[in-house]
């Protein structure tokens, strides 16, 4: 589980795909952006859970998971809201959440900062080595209202708009 469900939703996304597993709940970046236009249906406009934030533009936070499974032998799990690997996903650019997505180690306080880390994870600092912004401005993708709780999750609030 990486999002609870108390949520307050703002602005959805579902123009872009994702060819890799994933769990709710991180932050995805563009990791192919050469689709064109205003169609939706490019399958060029590919988003993921990248390595390294250095020199990323975050997309978004994933309200879906997605996997991989053979659907011939079973199904997609609506309760769950699963998507197959290379389908559309459902993204937020604005919105509050409850995830345990944050960076390992870190310890978030009501307030503070939030940025992309690697592999989608939520950081209370800029955990990248980008010389071309060394301050950090194009990683913020918003603030914690929490500090994290016994089990991991903290509240944060994402905007991704610029």
């Known amino acids: 589980m990486a999002l609870k469900p108390q949520r307050t939703q703002g602005l959805w996304d579902i123009s872009a795909f994702m060819n890799s597993t994933a769990e709710r709940g991180g932050i995805v970046s563009f990791s192919s952006a050469t689709a064109s236009g205003v169609a939706m249906d ?43 690997v290379g389908s559309k996903v459902a993204t937020q650019s604005i919105c509050e959440v409850t995830t345990d997505r944050i960076y390992p180690g870190h310890t978030p306080s009501a307030g503070s900062t939030a940025y992309i880390g690697h592999s989608g994870y939520i950081a209370s600092a800029d955990v990248a080595n980008d010389d071309s912004d060394s301050t950090g401005a194009t990683r913020i993708v918003g603030q914690f209202r929490s500090a994290k709780d016994e089990n991991g999750f903290a509240k944060v609030r994402i905007n991704i708009v610029r």
């Open 42 to 84: 490019q399958a060029e406009m590919t988003v993921d859970y990248v390595a390294n934030p250095s020199g990323v533009v975050p997309f978004g936070m994933l309200m879906q998971d997605v996997v991989n499974k053979d659907l011939t032998q079973t199904f997609l799990d609506p309760y769950k809201d699963e998507v197959q």
